[in-house]
């Protein structure tokens, strides 16, 4: 009975969550895992959303189950899975079915994968963990926008609302959406950086307890910050271990994870020459944590830096992370729009923001202010913006307290310290790559342009 309006493969958490919330929207979907067991776990235990699922147990029934033309989810691991899913999908398939990867696929195989497909395919960004997935994501669409329409009223239904607007929107061709899910990602890292570094002040610099330090992100939570990600650094930071009675925070292992996105994006920033150094300092940061035992070494052979910080206040660290914050978005949409140019994508930088208000990870109320300042003007770097500009000017002097006073007091803050380079470098008409231009004149007769004088191949009295 090819009764189902979609299919999902790929039953891990998120691909449960999102088959779930197109159950509970309302859609009949017909889902199939490698391992039956998870299927017919999936289904047992779906309650009354079991009526709009057909669990199916192999690819041949998962595909009749669907009714034509087809459109089918991946949500299967990155990389090989996904094209090995493909390659036993396709066969089963009519020549005018969708396949839709929703993983976190690098643009470049969404891109490859769309070159290379015979048939309909599509790469979507999903963003917001699992309670997103089930309650409501925001959504990334790439590919052809005549497949995007095809799907597209599912995709908005099962996405979360900002004021009624859903957050699924179409990017563009190709990687377009896997593409803007990257920098998503890349300043989430940033995002979450900052915060982490700023605990470290409270905690290491200010002796603050973990209860304390949550109770001041939540504070935060009231103001310019608000935000899902100080939300749930408050929560984390308030938590207690049922097992050892202890804060929760104190006994989390330092070393970040990460499945590769935002290295993804530092390493594209490269690429396009995108200034994003708050992202790339994140990643860097969470590379450096794991290195746990030659941390341990440093420390013996060093010894601890002298970490006590009394000459700054949580209103200043506040002031500092806001200005850390716009200038990380600032970046990140910077990096859109290179790409926008370099890929010939016309990357919608206002829906892009707005996408971004509700559902995702970074979702928070500067970024309502953001769209407003892209609508505005697409092409103008954020930080440039009159309200980014007016929070920058009220904000980089604690900025630079803060990180002057992490510096001497020990405590690392490479994404808040890259955030006050950047915003120097940017507010410095005169800087100092006259010298490099000197140097590279000097031993390889590279040349250089003059001030007052045409031309952009001078060379200097040493070439002589
Ligand atoms: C999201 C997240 C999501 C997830 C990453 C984790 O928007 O829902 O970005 O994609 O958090 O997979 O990434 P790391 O493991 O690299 O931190």
Redesign the pocket.
């Known amino acids: 009975m090819s009764t189902a309006e979609i299919g999902l493969i790929g039953l891990g958490t998120m691909g449960a969550a999102l088959a779930s919330n197109i159950a509970d929207n309302g859609f009949d979907i017909a889902v199939f895992n490698r391992t039956t067991s998870v299927t017919n776990e999936f289904h047992a235990t779906a309650g009354e959303l079991a009526a709009k699922i057909t669990p199916t147990e192999t690819l041949e029934d998962f595909v009749a189950a669907i009714a034509k033309p087809r459109a089918i989810i991946l949500m299967v691991p990155a990389g090989d899975p996904v094209d090995q899913q493909i390659a036993a999908l396709r066969p089963l398939l009519d020549d005018d079915d969708l396949i839709i990867d929703a993983g ?1 696929a690098l643009f470049h195989d969404t891109n490859r994968r769309a070159r290379e497909a015979t048939a309909p395919f599509l790469g979507i ?5 699992e309670e ?2 089930r309650f409501g ?2 959504i990334m669409g790439g590919g052809k926008r005549e497949y995007w329409d095809r799907v597209e009223h599912i995709l908005k239904a099962i996405s979360a609302k900002f004021q009624d607007e859903p957050c699924a929107t179409y990017m563009g061709e190709e990687g377009a959406g896997h593409f803007v ?1 990257a920098v ?2 890349g300043i ?2 940033a995002d979450m950086q900052m915060i982490a570094e700023v605990y470290g002040v409270m905690r290491d610099g200010m002796g603050m307890s973990a209860a304390e330090i949550g109770a001041t992100f939540a504070r935060w939570n009231e103001g310019p910050l608000a935000s899902y990600l100080i939300e749930i650094s408050g929560e984390v930071a308030k938590a207690t271990d049922p097992a050892s009675g202890k804060a929760m925070l104190d006994i989390i292992v330092d070393a ?8 993804w994006t530092a390493i594209e920033a490269q690429h396009l020459a995108a200034p994003i150094p708050a992202i790339e300092a994140a990643v860097v940061a ?1 590379n450096l944590s794991s290195r746990m035992d030659e941390r341990a070494a440093g420390e013996d052979l060093f010894g601890t830096a002298p970490q006590k910080i009394d000459s700054i206040t949580l209103d200043q660290l506040e002031q500092a992370l806001i200005a850390g914050k716009v200038l990380c978005y600032a970046q990140g949409f910077t990096m859109i729009e290179a790409a926008s140019d370099s890929y010939g994508w016309s990357l919608p930088l206002p829906s892009i923001a707005q996408n971004w208000r509700a559902g ?3 979702r928070s109320a500067m970024l309502d202010d953001m769209a407003t300042a892209l609508g505005e003007n697409p092409d103008r770097n954020l930080m440039f913006a009159p309200v980014f500009a007016d929070y920058l000017k009220a904000n980089h002097k604690a900025l630079r307290e803060v990180v002057a006073a992490g510096a001497l007091g020990g405590v690392a803050m490479p994404a808040l310290s890259s955030g006050i380079t950047y915003f120097d470098a940017m507010r410095t008409k005169r800087g100092t790559a006259n010298m490099i231009q000197g140097q590279r004149d000097y031993f390889g007769r590279h040349g250089f342009a003059k001030f007052g004088v045409d031309g952009k191949d001078h060379h200097g009295p040493w070439a002589d």
Do not use: D, L, M
Not at 125 to 129: A, C, D, E, H, I
Not at 256 to 263: E, F, H, S, Y
């Open positions: 976190n960004g999903v963003s917001g963990g997103g997935a994501p925001a899910k998503h990602n989430e890292y970040a994870g990460q499945k590769g996105t935002g290295r969470r995702c990870i970074i």
